[in-house]
């Protein structure tokens, strides 16, 4: 399959390494053309993903529709941000009837819409725009170890066609008609890993963690459900898999934050150091606000948003969560 990957992260270019190590014809492209040109010398990601050489079968371009002609599948793995003007761009090349997966994971701000909604706003007569999702490494992935992640769409004839033909021993994918579950899962569960990352930093232990993982997968649930998804996608791997994959492994740049919050730092110290971007921080706010729009009660997300405003500190946070008025689960 001829497969044109947007955006040269280090997402972007574990599933370029992966579905061209699997026989696939991979092109990638980036707003950024002094990296894409780095890209294209060095064969290898130093900025983002030092360490892996791009197989020589992967196609780098700096002009858009030079990577365009004959793609049958589009994978977005732009940060939220960066997604909207990757849609737009495929309008630009006379590409929007062009099948589209989102690789990205949260809300737009300001629209609050999730990554397959942002697409259908600026393609709405693409009936074949879908999600990636699941719990998934970037680095794991490009060193060929095993993953299962999910495809999902409404159109799901497409997305049966699309597993059947992507589907590998070491990626292994599952479809799934339940869009909104799988982004709302992919979305919120950053946002959990922060907390975790801030409990664990703190010292607060195993049995703290565990309850913060519980508590947020009712959270991401309860707000899943209340947009129309089905309660079974939280507990498959969008869900529940995603989340203690983020909240709990070394490589989670989310949990990461969580971290360097425990230990005293400004946020944008943190971001800095990290280098990558992390979604979690940028969807707590729409979170927050979708919990208010679907009057859904989200204590870790409003405790989280306190935080980033200040209004709180790190250690006051996990003690909010924890001293919280006994009830029912």
């Not at 793995?77 to 761009?89: F, K, M, Y």
């Not at 944008?268 to 979170?287: A, C, F, K, N, P």
Request: proline fraction near 3%; hydrophobic fraction near 45%.
């Amino acid at each position: 399959m001829k497969i044109t990957i947007i955006g040269a992260g280090s997402w972007g270019t574990a599933l370029a390494i992966h579905f061209a190590l699997h026989g696939n014809e991979i092109s990638m492209w980036a707003r950024n053309t002094e990296h894409m040109q780095s890209l294209q010398q060095n064969r290898e990601n130093k900025r983002y993903f030092p360490g892996f050489k791009l197989p020589d079968t992967i196609k780098v371009h700096t002009v858009l529709a030079e990577a365009l002609p004959d793609t049958e599948l589009v994978i977005i793995a732009t940060s939220v941000a960066g997604l909207r003007d990757s849609a737009q761009l495929l309008v630009q090349n006379n590409a929007g009837h062009l099948p589209v997966l989102t690789a990205c994971k949260g809300f737009e701000q300001d629209t609050g819409l999730l990554t397959f909604q942002v697409v259908k706003d600026v393609l709405p007569e693409n009936d074949k725009i879908g999600v990636l999702s699941g719990p998934s490494f970037a680095q794991e992935l490009a060193k060929q170890l095993p993953c299962a992640v999910v495809l999902a769409s409404e159109n799901k004839g497409w997305i049966e066609e699309l597993v059947g033909r992507l589907n590998t021993t070491v990626l292994r994918l599952y479809g799934s008609k339940d869009v909104i579950g799988v982004a709302v899962g992919g979305a919120v569960k950053n946002v959990m890993a922060i907390a975790t990352g801030l409990s664990d930093g703190l010292g607060y232990g195993l049995n703290a963690r565990a309850a913060l993982v519980t508590r947020g997968l009712a959270e991401i649930t309860r707000l899943a459900v209340s947009m129309g998804a089905q309660p079974k996608t939280m507990m498959g791997l969008a869900g529940i898999g995603d989340l203690i994959l983020t909240c709990t492994g070394a490589l989670s740049r989310n949990r990461r934050v969580g971290l360097g919050l425990a230990e005293g730092k400004e946020l944008h110290t943190v971001l800095l150091e990290i280098g990558h971007v992390s979604e979690g921080v940028s969807s707590i706010e729409e979170v927050f606000n979708m919990a208010c729009k679907h009057q859904i009660d989200m204590p870790i997300t409003q405790t989280l948003l306190q935080l980033l405003r200040k209004e709180m500190t790190a250690q006051q946070v996990v003690e909010r969560l924890m001293d919280r008025e006994a009830r029912f689960e």
